[in-house]
């Protein structure tokens, strides 16, 4: 019986199995799901983002803003982490542009080590955030390209890591339906690789000798890659008249990090002011369902939006995400 419960257990543990690249790339708050919506969607908007938030998930979408929009989302992570977006974005003749930006960092926690593991008196934190801008235009009445430049900085007391980074995207309609089919690659960049003061420290090659003096050295650090992701996407309306509207959307992706999965999303909006969500992910790591909703307040030539996502984790608490955007 023991000998079978093994054989089961390895079984299990190939099948379930992750990419032998996983843990190969850094950088890993570029694959958190900027907005609300996006998260409620189970991060399948590849095809059907818009607004602001299009600069997350598919610069294509830029393209089709017909008036000003700022977005502000905001997430609480484990009762210590802090994630928030703004994305800021406006139409013009010769195309659209964006500005985003991405912030995740934890509380202050006290240092340890291993002569003093009850503290010693001193606290870092650490903060990784992302700069960007963003153009989108359409081509043709149906497609629409996009491109973001990006830079991306990762630090951890008085450690940093920074590069440039790219994402592309399109994205094609047909009338059938309102029929969508895109295609993003986002954090396209060089290998980054951490540098600080804290890497400076005294050497000393032969203990055994009591005349020996310690020599200043440096710690190296070893270069690494950003998550790369390609998401395509298709998207159709199921249902659609004056009042409503139901969406269904299916992503498929393939990170540098993980192995390939494949996302599906549905919205059913109401009058346009009301938007039921829901997500779901094969063969996350981490989340499976997700869901959310909606509100849009028009004032005059005004609209706020209010939106709301639940993400479950198999293995940590659900987190729970805000967008507030406006739009004139």
């Known amino acids: 019986m023991k000998k079978i419960l093994n054989i089961i257990l390895i079984i299990n543990l190939v099948t379930f199995a992750t990419s032998p690249n996983l843990g190969t790339s ?34 294509a979408g830029v393209a089709a803003i017909i008036q000003a929009d700022v977005s502000l989302s905001y997430s609480r992570m484990f009762s210590m982490f802090d994630y928030t977006s703004v994305a800021v974005a ?18 202050e926690m006290e240092i340890i080590t291993e002569k003093q593991p009850n503290g010693t008196g ?7 955030f992302t700069l960007g801008i963003s153009y989108g235009r359409f ?5 629409s390209v996009g491109a973001t430049v990006k830079y991306v900085e990762q630090r951890i007391w008085n450690e940093k890591a920074a590069t440039v980074a790219f994402d592309v995207g399109t994205r094609y309609t047909l009338d059938f339906n ?42 190296m650090t070893t270069d690494f890659p950003l998550p790369l992701n390609f998401q395509i996407g298709v998207a159709l309306d199921l249902y659609k008249d004056e009042n409503y509207q139901w969406l269904f959307e299916v992503d498929a ?25 829901g997500g779901y992910k094969i063969k996350h790591d981490t ?19 209010f939106d709301y996502a639940y993400v479950n984790k198999k293995y940590l608490s659900p987190i729970n995400k805000i967008t507030v955007s406006l739009a004139f």
């Not at 500005?99 to 934890?106: C, N, W």
């Not at 001193?122 to 990784?128: E, I, S, V």
């Not at 993980?258 to 109401?270: D, G, K, P, S």
């Not at 509100?295 to 706020?304: A, Q, T």
Request: charged fraction near 20%.
């Open 26 to 59: 850094g950088a890993q708050f570029l694959k958190l799901t900027a907005d609300a919506r996006s998260a409620a969607l189970g991060s399948a908007t590849v095809a059907t983002s818009y607004g602001a938030n299009s600069v997350f998930s598919n610069p």
């Open 90 to 107: 406006n139409n013009f003749a010769f195309g659209n542009f964006a500005i985003l930006f991405t912030s995740f960092k934890t509380d």
């Open 178 to 219: 309102n029929l969508t089919i895109a295609m993003s690659m986002t954090n396209f960049a060089p290998d980054m690789k951490f540098d600080g003061e804290d890497l400076n420290i005294s050497y000393d090659k032969d203990k055994l000798i009591p005349t020996n003096r310690p020599s200043p050295a440096r710690l």
């Open 287 to 305: 989340e499976n369902y997700s869901f959310g909703l909606g509100v849009k307040i028009p004032i005059e030539d005004y609209s706020i939006l």
């Open 122 to 128: 001193r606290k870092f934190d650490a903060q990784d």
């Open 139 to 143: 081509l043709t009445n149906s497609f």
């Open 253 to 277: 992706l393939h990170p540098n990090d993980n192995v390939e999965r494949v996302h599906f999303a549905t919205e059913i909006n109401i009058f346009e002011y009301f938007s039921l969500r």
